[in-house]
């Protein structure tokens, strides 16, 4: 704790100065820049909901394979872009893509027990097909955000049962310590013991959002755990940086979700015998994760003024920061709720959003280009799209854009 205390103060003062050199973007200019992703996002959705996964317009070549944690996401973003502009094209593409999704639900056996999961079946994802059919908690999380959302929007409950038996499931994926286990292969009848970083920071938000529409108190209380477990890891990542340099953005947004729903007392009978939790402590890890996460930040000027607010080490690539985009800000705003200072972040935010808009394919650029698809508003995975894998566009790098720019 120290250790990572001195680095702060030692560099407090920096990140200031260094923040105060980022124009403002106008809220009307993020929310039209949203809105361009969000109508590329409805052009690409066809009659069944499902969208072109991945397009490199370079070579006008669509990818064959598609990921379902990522088309939940996407219907995640598009109900955010929906709330809020009231367009309802989107609230319309939500619903076709959540339809299209629940195709993908069924009932599995799991240590002779009947559970409700999302399932990925290589024939259809074109990925690991040594696996077979799996289920991904990350998956089944991702779904069950992307059917509370559709609910909120459509203000019906349709999918609410549907979600507390997803909710089920994630709750027999926690462990112990609070973590989930990340997949479970249907053909062997085990738990991989492979490890997602964001499986479980998902799940923290899904389960957040279960229990706020059901009020289970098994639901918060696995929620509880699973925050607990994370803020535990985020200060081991303050005292030794090097621990790993995934940022968890999910749980991040995960204890922003839960936030009015934790509670002290809560917290406490959870916690571990050696260390009390309270949301306060909760929260100002957060914040110093954060503040810590602002170094990594690039600062860039002359030839290299657009990888401005990229993160080093990620190839000027736009969804990292756009993902760090949507945890921080609402972690920004819970601060300022609490009256807990973070004064040197609202110009790195706008200097991040900058980076982020950078890679975003203009009408001009569509024109420039040409070929099957109209990409006018896509993301592209770089802000310099000199090779095909810079210029490559996928679902996911809208659906990030869009959350970090509508600042939920």
């Not at 993020?30 to 959705?45: K, N, P, Q, S, W």
């Not at 619903?95 to 079946?121: K, P």
């Not at 980076?355 to 394919?361: A, H, S, W």
Request: net charge neutral.
């Amino acid at each position: 704790m120290l250790r990572y205390c001195l680095v702060l103060v030692l560099l407090g003062p920096w990140i200031v100065a260094w923040g105060q050199q980022a124009p403002a973007l106008e809220r009307a200019n993020r929310v039209a820049a949203a809105r361009r992703a969000g109508d590329y996002l409805v052009r690409i959705l066809n009659e069944e909901g499902r969208f072109i996964y991945s397009y490199y317009p370079l070579e006008k070549q669509v990818h064959e394979g598609y990921n379902l944690l990522r088309h939940a996401g996407t219907i995640y973003a598009l109900s955010q872009l929906y709330d809020a502009t009231g367009e309802a094209a989107y609230l319309e593409a939500a619903v076709r893509a959540a339809v299209f999704l629940r195709g993908f639900v069924e009932e599995v056996q799991i240590d002779g027990r009947s559970f409700t999961a999302l399932v990925s079946d290589p024939r259809f994802t074109k990925s690991n097909a040594q696996e077979g059919r799996v289920v991904k908690t990350g998956g089944c999380a991702l779904a069950l955000i992307a059917f509370l959302s559709v609910d909120r929007i459509q203000k019906r409950g349709d999918y609410l049962e549907l979600c507390k038996q997803l909710g089920r499931y994630l709750e027999r994926t926690q462990m112990a310590n609070g973590n989930v286990l990340s997949k479970y292969l249907l053909e062997r009848g085990e738990y991989s013991s492979w490890k997602s970083a964001y499986y479980p920071g998902e799940t923290a938000v899904a389960l957040a959002m279960l229990a706020a529409a059901t009020n289970d108190a098994r639901t918060r209380e696995s929620m509880a755990r699973l925050l607990l477990y994370l803020a535990m890891n985020w200060e081991i990542h303050l005292n030794y940086p090097e621990h790993s340099r995934d940022f968890d953005h999910w749980g991040l947004i995960g204890l922003a979700t839960a936030w009015p729903l934790l509670t002290d007392e809560m917290l406490s009978t959870l916690s571990p015998s050696a260390s009390v939790w309270t949301r306060q402590r909760l929260l100002e890890v957060a914040r110093d994760y954060v503040q810590l996460e602002w170094l990594y930040m690039v600062r860039g000027d002359g030839i290299a003024a657009a990888l401005d607010g990229a993160i080093h080490g990620t190839d000027a690539t736009t969804t990292p920061v756009a993902t760090r985009l949507e945890a921080i800000q609402l972690i920004h705003r819970l601060l300022r709720q609490q009256e807990l200072a973070a004064d040197s972040w609202p110009p790195l935010i706008e200097r991040q959003l900058q980076f982020v808009l950078r890679g975003q394919y203009s009408a001009h650029d569509a024109k420039t280009i040409g070929g099957p698809l109209n990409i006018a508003g896509a993301f592209r995975r770089g802000v310099l799209a000199e090779t095909s894998k810079s210029a490559e566009i996928r679902i996911d790098y809208s659906q990030h854009a869009i959350s970090a720019l509508l600042d939920p």
